[in-house]
């Protein structure tokens, strides 16, 4: 089952680039409420056109290990997120914007049994214009989700950091 929603998420990534709009790859950290630290990586592509202030983006990153206190094994994480940008400050080269959505957590705990979950986000960010089609972007986001794994619960609520390179056509 992971494997078929990881296909379909990556089906989806490649069907909407086509569709015009940005697309940017990132460096992340997550720190967790009931886990640890981790950094990782992501994409994200704009799902409505180029030019349109208000963005449905599409998100997916992964971080290899949100478990605290764990010798053996490795809580992975894929966030899979959906949601909205909105600008709050534009200027030629700044833009300051807030976001929120949605998103389905894809869990792996190594032998342990563990659900993926639904949560949510929220966002700030900014992007700085490098030229024509070329930004940096940094964004301070906080996530709520929740983990089951067999007896316990993981509370993942916590603040990641985000930071990386688009491009838009």
Partial sequence: MKQRMRMATLWILFATAAHGGDLGGY????????AGESDG????????EQGSDTRIELRGSFFADLARDTDTEELQVI??????RFPIVQEDALTAYLGLGAGYYLM???????????GYYGLFGLEF???K???????????????????????????GINAGVATKW
């Fill in 41 to 48: 990586y992501g994409v994200k592509l704009a799902l409505t």
């Fill in 129 to 131: 214009r490098l030229g």
């Fill in 108 to 118: 792996d705990f190594g032998a342990r049994a563990v659900t993926d979950e639904f």
């Fill in 27 to 34: 460096w992340a950290t997550w720190k967790a409420a009931d």
């Fill in 79 to 84: 966030p899979i997120e959906l949601g909205t």
């Fill in 133 to 159: 089609t070329l930004f940096l972007f940094g964004e301070i986001q906080y996530r709520v989700v929740e983990a089951h794994s067999d007896d316990e619960a993981f509370d993942l609520d916590g603040l």
